[in-house]
């Protein structure tokens, strides 16, 4: 089971670490017990994400997928982030391991429900 | 800068004088041992001598050892085999085993029971310790055969394998133990324990993988897994892996003689390694009770972050660690070993890592493992939902 | 004086690129390939790679190759473990063997015919030929399984298992063929053949004995014999025997780039053999047709005296041969292969002899060899009671 | 399956192998199929055998047991020849292998049906 350099590159020095204090919108997926959680810290500006930090219990794959994620979508509008799929986040990494694409690939989600909390919140569609 | 390699359960070195034995017979000493010419004969002799090493180490004659390619085989070899043991067959076939017992065991019994058999786990307190009581009264009359093993690889701790023959023979039931991680590390003698079939393999003592043995009483016997040659006194067809006996045979002769002073040496740096892992990560606990464990054995988990990311981080800094046992490394769940340790604690399960020690590690590596533990830990604690919840729970 | 080998079927010398390509895995490379750590990853790699060599030598998808502790193992996993690909697994318990298979489908199959399977055992004629004809009345719609081996090991008479395959897919049955002595010698491709099942041994290839592998066509499956670990793609558990799997890889990466050369040398030299033994002692015979043979392989019968008594000698005079097979030296019987071909006659049977050429097998020993045979079976025909009552009923 | 030294002595140089003409008695025990046949020729002198000699067709064991059995009954009476056991040849060869013991071990049977034949028919008991 070998992770790609990128994948042990943002698993070594994840992007976006944290919390945000005051965040526009958050969202937690997983539970202890699959050994992943995954929470995301958004502050969005108009319909752009401004910032985005997260905190994660989880494997390897689980931070860097988190790591990655965040780094492709800051910056980006909400659109963007709910079209951004967990493939095209295990796919910037360079693949993960077969037996980690469904369980540990989890940040893509806490993203969408993040953003889709913050739209209904805010009337936006 | 020099690994560190923390994984001896996982599997061991070859060690040297092991390699030099084996040499002879990927060279001149090439014979299959079943051929009547010098050739053969000359290897047959060999192996012989290496049977005689094995039973030895473990009190038993040699024609009782039958060897074979590791103790997955084995395992699987006595839970198959163990049934031509009973005339009324239909009447034994319930299966006592521990809930911590090695997949070999653990799944090869979930399969049976899916397969007719009726298989009863029995459980271990929160210190990994078997509920003898819950053993005592699963026992019956249709019982034909239990399995625990010696020591357990994750943990480290070490059943009272003698109690539960004597349990078993009080019922007519056999009594099988999965020695592996207790043989060339502690003194183990069949006679002594009284066990009907025992398995071990040879790359737990610094021998190559993919080789072990089976030892069987004398009167008893294993419905054989292999068929079609008369090797092994008919109980295990195929050509011998002569190299590989030739290793365990000499590996174990090596570890008897050693014994006691690696235990003393080894018992020290895993005693000082976790006594300070505890007093200097907050949040740890030991998965297995403190006495009553293997001197090689230390299995912690650190609360609030996942067990592979730690390794992983480890790995990183040229320490070499497991999460649960290597063999559980194709699933995502944390072994059942842990969990049952856990109480269903999966978050504490996840959370596990185990450090084994052995001959090659150093009590000066300890400090240097010690630090990059602490580092590791607090670095991935710094960002863990987990943890962020429990230093709010706190009101920090 | 040398000695000289020439029981290359029953098991051959490690050749010194393959004990070189081992000996970093008896060194430093000594992880557990399940183990996440570099340690572990770097083994993983390297098994990798020999499971692609393997692969590659026998023209198939590297995945779907599973290493084995050897031919023995093969065997008996494909004929306990075939079912699985049935739904209606009553349905299909009939399996078809051939009458000269090794012992480990012959003797295995002879079991499961006493747990219920229905069991064909195909006929050969004297020229070790099977009768197809029979072979394709005997397979139904409750056929399961058919296994016929590549090459015999005892007559190295070639069986034809494309047509074979063939016969058994047409009425839905799965096809097998124990390869042993046919990769590594001679072209073998399992997608030409279109084999469901396919067994192969390193120790006949000069690699280490304990080692082999089965392939498994793509989309069909075995129900594994060991249980409990994800090894080998949850297709063989138990700690892999990571030395001899670099051996076997590199041994028949090699053995492909002087298949054709040695083919031609070592033919050569069993032909030359062959040809002077049957010219010039009288009263023998070959056991196998002389054609459609493999070219290392020379079994002979020589009337009035019995096998092992021409062996000893022979091995006295520094030369390894073999009664029969190595494999059935635990027993007195001639082996079923050769009663087979001599079509009952126990006394031609007990005289055969095999001659078995390889790698170090040299042209200048041809005569050195004829003249000891010559000698042995004179000298023990001269004290023969057949051989008496023979000349007396020539009037001599 | 090791042989002792004695059994590989008397296996390369077997003692009294041959036919006696006109032997006084003469007796063969196993058969081809078995992969042994012993064949045993006496040379009786009054209660005396004078001179054995035998044929084997079998294993180096059967070979060694047939030239072991000769040379302890050579110059022994016939009575002598009829205490002999099996048991006694192969103790005598330093033992043989478990698996001979039964099937090669037949010298001892072959004697002893000669001088049986031989005594019944010269009225001797
Ligand atoms: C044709 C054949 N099949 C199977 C085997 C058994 O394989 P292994 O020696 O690996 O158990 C052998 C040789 O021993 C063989 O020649
Ligand atoms: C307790 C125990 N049993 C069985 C096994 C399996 O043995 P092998 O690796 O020889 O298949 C292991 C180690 O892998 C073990 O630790």
Known sequence: MDYTEKVMDH??????????????????????????????????????????????FGCGAAIAVSSQTTEMVKGKSLKEALDLTRDQVAEELGGLPPIKMHCSNLAADALHQAVKTYMKEHGLS | M????????????????????????????????SSRHLEGRQVKTKIEAA????????????????FNAGATEGNVSVLRGYQVNYKDKKGRNHIIVSGVEHPAVYDTAKKMAGEGYEVTFVPVDGEGNLDMAFLKSAVTERTGLISVMTVNNETGVIYPVKEIA??????????????????????????????????????????????????????????????????ESNRRAG???????????????????????????????????????????????????????????????????????????????????????????GTLDPSHVIMAICNGDEEEAHSSIRFSFGKYSKMEEVGYVVDRVKEVVAQLRSFSPLYDKFLSSQGK
């Open chain 1, 11 to 56: 698993f070594m020095n994840p992007r976006n670490v944290g919390k945000i204090e005051n965040a526009d919108a958050i969202a937690e997926v997983g539970n202890p017990s699959c050994g992943d959680v995954i929470k995301m810290y958004l502050r969005i500006q108009g319909e752009t994400i401004e910032d985005i930090k997260f905190q994660t």
């Open chain 2, 2 to 33: 020099e690994r560190i390699y923390l994984d001896y359960n996982a599997t061991t070195p070859v060690r040297a004088e092991v390699r030099d034995a084996v040499m002879p017979f990927l060279n001149e000493l090439f014979g299959n041992p």
């Open chain 2, 51 to 66: 049977r005689a090493q094995v039973a030895a180490a473990i009190g038993a004659e040699p024609e009782r050892v039958v």
């Open chain 2, 166 to 231: 004597k349990i078993a023979h009080e019922k007519g039931a056999l009594f099988h133990t999965d020695a592996v991680q207790a043989v060339g590390k502690m003194p183990f003698d069949v006679k002594d324990i009284d066990a009907d079939f025992v398995t071990i393999s040879a790359h737990k003592f610094y021998a190559p993988k993919g080789v072990g043995a089976i030892y069987i009483k004398k009167g008893k016997r294993l419905d054989p897994l292999l068929t079609g040659g008369h090797q």
């Open chain 2, 239 to 329: 050509t011998e892996n002569v190299a590989g006996m030739i290793a365990m045979g000499r590996a174990l002769e090596l570890a008897m003689g050693e014994m006691a002073s690696d235990r003393e040496r080894i018992g020290k740096i895993r005693d000082e390694f976790e006594r300070r892992i505890l007093a200097e990560v907050p949040h740890t606990r030991r998965n297995g009770g403190e006495n009553n464990r293997l001197y090689t054995t230390s299995n912690i988990s650190f609360r609030f972050v996942e067990g592979e990311a730690v390794q992983l981080k480890l790995d990183h800094f040229g320490i070499a660690v497991s999460t649960g046992s290597a063999c559980s490394s």
